[in-house]
């Protein structure tokens, strides 16, 4: 039982290049979530999907894309990477109100 | 004005110090309250829920005062591996949970 895993866990890109992070989790849940967590920021949510099927926006989905895939896989895109969108990203599910997160993945965008 | 907001800290404490956070909210319908623990460089995990009544696990226990929309976590007799950040957060029913920016706990020798 692998919990969330995610890939890259590292990553550098250049402005204007896309690249898309994975998210699975083997616990069958409904929810999966991706966040962003910036120096003094804390946790944003960018976008989450109650179900298989179903995705909405959160609180700052501009320049991200996301696909849940299945019921395991939720992936997150960057069409056109900008600085701005350094950061770690976490994916995250959850049963009832107890999420589980991924280990990250650590993006740097220059 | 945040939602959810934190004394960043960081707060330094020596072992065996009893330490307190508190973590207030703004979102009056939010339903359900958590404090998660982050170590440095590493994922969330959820350290405790909070209930209306209180609740404790060991040496943490957690608060609710919703007249005052506050959580509180209080550790006793610190340990160093409790050396971490500290993350609450709030739910509300069809939103979804919405984090604080965390308050960096260092427990010295």
Same mark, same amino acid.
């Given at each position: 039982?692998?919990?969330?895993t995610?890939? *890259?866990?590292?990553?550098?890109?250049?402005?204007?290049?896309?690249?898309?992070?994975?998210?699975?989790?083997?616990m069958?849940?409904?929810?999966?979530?991706?966040?962003?967590?910036? *120096?003094?920021?804390?946790?944003?949510?960018?976008?989450?999907?109650?179900s298989?099927?179903?995705?909405?926006?959160?609180?700052?989905?501009?320049?991200?894309?996301?696909?849940?895939?299945?019921?395991?896989?939720?992936?997150?895109?960057?069409?056109?990477?900008? *600085?701005?969108?350094?950061?770690?990203?976490?994916?995250?599910s959850?049963?009832?109100?107890?999420?589980?997160?991924? *280990?990250?993945?650590?993006?740097?965008?220059? | 004005r945040?939602?959810?907001?934190?004394?960043?800290?960081?707060?330094?404490?020596?072992?065996?110090?009893?330490?307190?956070?508190?973590?207030t909210?703004?979102?009056?319908a939010?339903?359900?309250?958590?404090?998660?623990?982050?170590?440095?460089?590493?994922?969330?995990?959820l #350290?405790?829920?909070?209930?209306?009544?209180?609740n404790?696990?060991? =040496?943490?226990?957690a608060?609710?005062? =919703? @007249?005052?929309?506050?959580?509180?976590? #209080?550790? =006793?007799?610190?340990?160093?591996?409790?050396?971490?950040?500290?993350?609450? @957060?709030?739910?509300?029913?069809?939103?979804?949970?919405?984090?604080g920016?965390?308050?960096?706990?260092?427990? #010295?020798?």
């Open positions: 039982n692998a919990g969330v995610q890939t *890259p866990k590292f990553q550098v890109l250049k402005t204007g290049q896309s690249m898309t992070l994975q998210c699975a989790q083997d069958n849940h409904n929810s999966m979530y991706w966040y962003r967590q910036d *120096p003094g920021m804390g946790l944003r949510l960018i976008y989450y999907s109650a298989e099927g179903t995705t909405d926006k959160g609180e700052v989905p501009n320049g991200y894309n996301v696909s849940r895939l299945n019921k395991r896989e939720f992936s997150l895109r960057l069409e056109s990477a900008a *600085p701005s969108q350094t950061s770690v990203y976490f994916c995250a959850s049963v009832r109100y107890e999420q589980y997160f991924g *280990p990250g993945t650590r993006l740097t965008v220059t | 945040k939602e959810v907001e934190q004394d960043p800290g960081p707060f330094n404490v020596p072992e065996g110090a009893t330490v307190a956070f508190n973590c909210y703004s979102n009056s939010s339903q359900s309250f958590f404090w998660y623990r982050q170590d440095c460089r590493k994922e969330p995990k #350290l405790m829920s909070v209930y209306s009544s209180g404790e696990d060991g =040496r943490f226990t608060q609710l005062n =919703r @007249a005052s929309q506050y959580i509180s976590l #209080l550790i =006793r007799d610190s340990k160093l591996s409790d050396s971490a950040t500290y993350l609450c @957060a709030d739910h509300n029913y069809g939103q979804n949970f919405v984090f920016p965390g308050t960096r706990l260092s427990v #010295l020798p």
